[in-house]
């Protein structure tokens, strides 16, 4: 609970039920970025397709319905700063990454391409039990990359959302980054059918909302609460002495030194990011894991060395990137 227990948001806004707070995504600052999916489209010849965006508790596209929902806390300026102090708040690029994500899906129940013959074969059956432990094949050339841990290979709907996705990133030169990939024949798919149904509107032009804003009932402070008891942190991993090795500072030493879980907190965001990227582990394991780290490391009175900052951080990301392939591997983050 420490990044909870730190942010200093206004009373009221924290007791304040969330359908109560008026949110509304028109005249937010995510208005802007909803506009500018809406031009990427219409330049990529999608012209009738045009998914309703809407505020909810997270990203999500509900299974079917061509419609995206967006977390709430990015529509209000002192929910964000909440957010970001959480560690999870997404920055522009972020933002527009999952908007194409979601468009992928809102365009495939659109147009209800999972039930054509093709769509199947490229990218399996639609109706695969949907796992949340999934366990990727790092590398892998049958799958683009977009959003981090190798998310195409989730689902089919998922591969189809990311190829979308990439299909539609502006500027990106989709046809030399996957050359002679396999992943090159689901995206010269995606710029097929676009081609073909730009112009047609949709068999499918509304959906069913799923959690709107205007109906979730916890307020603020019990939305982040549970967010934080509904994690496992992983406090029972024996990481003493790894993180003595990585932090050799006397703590005698007085100058140009500095906390080390300072330095691991102010780092946080991008050490759980990359991490999660390349090892394909889920990012809530991966940043309870990472918390768990900072944990130790503030219970230890590890002390970082400030003109080796960049070394100590470079062997944390090492070392939990380890941690988290062991995950991937074998089922634990350490071997008893």
């Given at each position: 609970m420490h990044a909870f227990e730190k942010t200093t948001p206004p009373e009221e806004l924290l007791k304040k039920p969330i359908r109560e707070l008026g949110l509304k995504l028109e005249g937010s600052p995510l208005e802007r970025f909803v506009s500018q999916l809406y031009r990427e489209l219409e330049r990529k010849g999608v012209c009738r397709f045009r998914p309703l965006c809407y505020l909810s508790d997270e990203w999500g596209c509900p299974s079917g319905e061509p419609i995206i929902g967006i977390p709430f806390y990015l529509a209000n300026p002192e929910l964000a700063q909440l957010e970001k102090q959480m560690d999870e708040l997404e920055d522009a690029r972020e933002i527009m990454m999952y908007l194409r994500h979601e468009a992928g899906h809102a365009f495939n129940y659109a147009y209800e391409l999972y039930k054509m013959p093709e769509w199947r074969e490229l990218f399996g059956p639609f109706r695969r039990p949907y796992r949340e432990n999934y366990r990727p094949v790092p590398f892998?050339?049958?799958?683009?990359?977009?959003?981090?841990?190798?998310?195409?290979?989730?689902?089919?709907?998922?591969?189809?959302?990311?190829?979308?996705?990439?299909?539609?990133?502006?500027?990106?030169?989709?046809?030399?980054?996957?050359?002679?990939?396999?992943?090159?024949?689901?995206?010269?798919?995606?710029?097929?059918?676009?081609?073909?149904?730009?112009?047609?509107?949709?068999?499918?032009?509304?959906?069913?909302?799923?959690?709107?804003?205007?109906?979730?009932?916890?307020?603020?402070?019990?939305?982040?609460?549970?967010?934080?008891?509904?994690?496992?942190?992983?406090?029972?991993?024996?990481?003493?002495?790894?993180?003595?090795?990585?932090f050799k500072v006397s703590k005698r030493r007085k100058r140009g030194v500095r906390p080390a879980v300072e330095l691991l907190r102010e780092n946080h965001k991008a050490v759980v990011d990359k991490v999660t990227y390349w090892t394909g582990v889920q990012r809530p394991l991966v940043k309870n894991m990472v918390r768990s780290i900072e944990a130790k490391v503030g219970e230890l009175g590890l002390i970082a060395d400030v003109s080796a900052e960049r070394e100590h951080l470079v062997e944390v990301t090492a070392y939990a990137t380890t941690l988290a392939m062991n995950y991937l591997t074998r089922g634990n983050f350490v071997q008893p």
């Open positions: 892998s050339r049958r799958y683009v990359r977009h959003i981090a841990g190798w998310y195409a290979q989730k689902h089919p709907d998922e591969d189809f959302a990311e190829t979308f996705a990439v299909w539609l990133t502006p500027r990106f030169r989709w046809r030399e980054r996957y050359r002679g990939w396999g992943a090159m024949a689901k995206l010269r798919y995606v710029d097929r059918m676009a081609k073909k149904l730009g112009r047609v509107e949709p068999l499918r032009s509304r959906g069913d909302k799923d959690v709107p804003v205007e109906e979730i009932e916890t307020t603020v402070a019990d939305y982040y609460r549970e967010a934080f008891e509904g994690e496992k942190l992983f406090v029972d991993l024996p990481l003493e002495n790894d993180l003595g090795d990585i």
